[in-house]
């Protein structure tokens, strides 16, 4: 009872003299978010006793574990001047004591010489600011060749680019943006000379009526031309070579306070695409990334042109294109921007593919060859007018008209099987969009939108001699005559209310939309007697309509380091289809983020989410539809909506004043139901029927992300990797249904540095594996490696020459290995208004390139030609 009581008295007297510190942290611009703050004992400054950390307003309070009678507080932070302050208690009255500390930049001093200014990188709030100065190694062209090499910036295949792991939503130039979701005609064809500073803007809102209102976390890139370069400016580039090769470019730039206006128009032979059009491989181009779910679909195949090599190497071309991009000030609140694009190419490759499949212990082998050329031809054209009526209110309008026409054709080899293939699509496609802002007041604002856009996109395909799937056909059949044709049309209206309080931002969406989906096929067959003939079930009239009315809300609450997003839908749909008639139904999909913020360089986020997708139509057709000269395609339908749950963690670490970035995230998703697929195969053709199941697959996925930036060796490093479980199923040849579990895997290390004072090195090496297992039994694997070796030599700043080595393993288990080499030499007259250029492609001459592909099935080994060795000298004029 004794010890009890005493115990009490000192716990109620160290209580009664609890002190605490708290204060501020600023400069001369305003609070300093996550500053240091360190509390060491007067009798020892060199131990730290207790630590704490300013929020992100610059707030700290910290109680002291015990009374003291002085303490010595030190606060520091990334680009500041450390302030310490000696503090002196008096017990019986200083309980809690206030210390404001105004922190200075940091000046460095060396020698008397004041260096504050050069950085490679400097952070202005939401802004990273990159001097291209500190990382370009002299082989850099144009803009794009430039952002691969900054630090936190990434350029995928299709010309998208990210910051810190996010899709860039503009491209900006001089804070205007001239090329919307076609931005890489910019990054593209910008000369690299005139960008004086790259910009990074996170937190970016396009609408600046509604700053400070939304809770996006989307980014923008900047490039802040060099001063003297406005007016009118430009580069020509002529190059001719062997073989009858030619590169021919001219770019202007035009830059005054009414008008800012950028202009390409560009013809080549030497495989290089300066477009935001990728005809070539099955990857979606930037511009028809952001326009997929409203364009109508297309199911005849046009050919095979991919190949992981880079275009220089296997892209046969023909391409001529040309694109203006103006933004014009008609006044002080009225702007004009149009884009206008042409673009026709001609595309050719020779394919040859070995198949071996194994199906249900039957063993068999499918051999193909095609000699192929594609045409495609697309006219462009783009319109937006923004107002700004008042302070307060601005509406906006946005047009745009699409042509898309391509003719493919091809003589192919089917197993020794001579036919000719004929494709001739032509997609056209409109949009308007009318977008109105109201500032209510500081805190709430209201936006409407009206939306209309209509596409269709009907093919003919030719294949002669045919081919029939019907065992009841006994006559040779001289041709198949497939039409195809979707349309869709979609009209929606939107409402979007936003509002701020204490902690929290509300943003209410209610709205409209109705959606018009119509399918027309016919298969049509010509025997040797010439008597066409068809059959219903290769016919298919699909009309497929729906409209949705929809509440949806999210509500953000952010204190200190904390920040949590809830997100609730609600949707009412209606259906009407030729398939299951009138249906309605109602849909509600949560999501929720939460998000911790350890330091202003440290993060962890998290998300769950809950998706009820309709049916798409390309699901709902139930008639065969001939997609190529061995395949076919139909469904069995279903109306049911794919319901997805999907989990995400990740871990995020980026210092822009150490210049250093990491991320390690996982995600898993699951569906309820999915659609699966019956393939029936033979030596001759596929079929594919997709079908509904209540029983859903699962994805895993782990990745990584890490960068580095040494200043003392002007050197940086990524590290990229990936590793991903997919639990999938499917149906062969009549089998069970079948469980397949495909596990990918790959790492890629990039590295810049200077060997020493006028040499640097880029080296890319990257290795693959994809394995895929059949209930549980290994069924077909294979791994890959890669490495891309360039050496830049500037001799002086009017010579220098960079030289390219490639070495590529497609498959490890196999003897084949490639080597590439390809060089550039470079001379710059004194005036630098002219560059003088040789350069070699592909100089080991290699003829064709092998790639593998594998399924739990079959694995093919494929090959195609490449761009034959040639030699190109080229002028470039400054003007």
């Given amino acids: 009872m004794k010890f009890f009581i005493l115990f009490f008295f000192c716990f109620f007297v160290n209580q009664c003299y609890t002190q605490t510190i708290k204060g501020n942290v600023y400069d001369d611009k305003g609070p300093i978010a996550f500053a240091n703050i360190l509390i060491k004992k007067t009798t020892n400054p060199n131990l730290i006793y207790q630590f704490g950390r300013a929020n992100e307003n610059g707030n700290f309070s910290i109680s002291l574990k015990e009374p003291q009678d002085s303490l010595l507080i030190e606060v520091n932070s990334y680009e500041y001047e450390t302030v310490y302050k000696k503090v002196r208690f008096v017990l019986e009255k200083d309980k809690i004591i206030t210390l404001n500390f105004k922190l200075n930049p940091s000046i460095i001093k060396l020698k008397e010489v004041i260096i504050g200014d050069d950085k490679p990188i400097k952070v202005k709030k939401d802004t990273i600011v990159y001097d291209p100065n500190k990382f370009k190694n002299g082989s850099e062209k144009v803009v794009e060749d430039l952002l691969r090499k900054l630090p936190g910036i990434e350029v995928e295949d299709n010309g998208q680019i990210k910051f810190k792991g996010k899709t860039i939503k503009k491209l900006l130039l001089d804070g205007d943006d001239l090329f919307d979701s076609q931005y890489t005609i910019g990054s593209k064809n910008i000369d690299v000379d005139i960008v004086d500073k790259v910009e990074a803007i996170e937190n970016y809102q396009e609408n600046i009526l509604l700053k400070g209102l939304t809770s996006n976390d989307e980014v923008a890139i900047n490039l802040k031309l060099k001063k003297g370069k406005s007016d009118f400016s430009g580069n020509a580039n002529l190059g001719l070579g062997i073989e009858k090769k030619q590169n021919l470019t001219i770019t202007g730039i035009l830059l005054n306070s009414k008008n800012k206006s950028f202009i390409v128009s560009s013809f080549n032979n030497t495989g290089i695409n300066n477009t935001p059009y990728d005809f070539n491989s099955t990857s979606i181009s930037l511009e028809s990334l952001s326009e997929q ?369 990491m991320s390690l995230g996982f995600n898993y998703n699951h569906r309820n139901n999915n659609y699966f697929y019956k393939n029936y195969i033979n030596p001759d053709y596929v079929i594919t029927t997709s079908f509904m199941l209540n029983s859903g697959n699962e994805n895993y996925n782990f990745n990584f992300k890490g960068e580095k930036f040494i200043r003392s060796l002007n050197s940086n490093f990524k590290l990229r990797s990936n590793y991903s479980i997919s639990l999938n199923k499917n149906i062969v040849n009549n089998s069970d249904l079948r469980d397949i579990k495909s596990k990918y895997f790959t790492i890629e290390l990039t590295t810049n540095t200077p060997i020493v004072k006028h040499m640097f090195i880029e080296n890319n090496i990257s290795y693959s594996s994809n394995k895929i297992l059949l209930q549980g039994n290994s069924s077909n694997t294979f791994s890959s490696i890669k490495n891309s070796f360039k050496t830049v030599l500037k001799l002086t700043d009017r010579f220098k020459g960079n030289l390219t080595t490639q070495f590529i393993i497609p498959d490890l288990t196999m003897n084949t290995n490639y080597l590439f080499l390809d060089c550039e030499i470079t001379f710059t007259s004194k005036n630098k208004k002219f560059d003088y250029s040789i350069i070699g492609r592909n100089l080991t001459n290699n003829k064709t390139f092998e790639t593998i592909n594998i399924s739990d099935y079959s694995k093919s080994i494929a090959s195609y030609n490449l761009i034959n060795r040639f030699f190109l000298a080229s002028i470039a004029f400054k003007f």
């Fill in 293 to 661: 779910k409203l364009k109508a679909s297309e199911l005849i195949n046009q050919g095979q042109f991919y190949s992981p090599l880079e275009d220089k190497l296997h892209r046969i071309n023909n391409n001529f294109y040309t694109s203006l991009n103006t933004l014009y000030k008609l006044n002080l609140k009225t702007s004009l921007k149009l884009n206008l694009g042409i673009y026709t190419d001609k595309l050719s490759r020779f394919n040859k593919q070995e198949t071996y499949y194994t199906i249900n212990n039957e063993v068999f082998t499918n051999s193909q060859t095609e000699n192929a050329v594609k045409s495609p031809e697309l006219y462009n054209a783009n319109i937006q007018l923004n107002k700004n009526v008042s302070k307060t209110l601005n509406w906006e309008y946005l047009g745009k008209f699409n042509v898309q026409k391509v003719d493919y054709k091809s003589v192919s080899y089917n197993n020794e099987v001579r036919q000719t293939n004929n494709v001739n699509t032509k997609n056209w496609f409109t949009k308007q969009n009318l977008n109105l802002t109201k500032r209510i007041n500081d805190n709430s604002a209201i936006t409407s939108s009206t939306f209309y856009s209509n596409s269709s996109a009907p093919q003919k395909y030719n294949l002669a001699p045919g081919i029939s799937i019907d065992s009841t056909v006994s006559t040779n059949i001289k041709e198949n005559n497939q039409e195809s044709r979707f349309s869709k049309e979609i009209l929606r209206s939107n409402t979007q209310f936003l509002t701020k309080f204490s902690n929290f931002k509300l943003a209410v969406h209610a709205g409209f939309h109705y959606e018009k989906n119509k399918f027309i096929s016919f298969l049509e067959t010509i025997n040797s007697d010439n008597i066409p003939s068809t059959d219903l079930n290769f016919q298919n009239d699909l009309v497929y309509k729906y409209s949705l009315s929809y509440i949806n809300s999210d509500i953000t609450y952010k204190k200190d380091a904390f920040a949590a997003k809830l997100g609730i839908g609600t949707q009412y749909f209606k259906f009407n289809n030729s398939i299951s008639g009138n249906q309605n139904n109602t849909i509600i999909n949560p999501s929720l983020k939460l998000l911790y913020r350890f330091s202003r360089h440290t993060n962890l986020v998290s998300t769950y989410s809950f998706n009820q997708v309709a049916p798409e139509e390309t699901n709902l057709f139930e008639g065969f539809v001939q997609t190529g000269f061995g395949s076919f395609r139909n469904n069995e339908a279903n109306m049911q909506f794919l319901k997805t749950h999907n989990y995400s963690i990740n871990f995020n670490y980026g210092d822009s004043f150490y210049l250093t970035n």
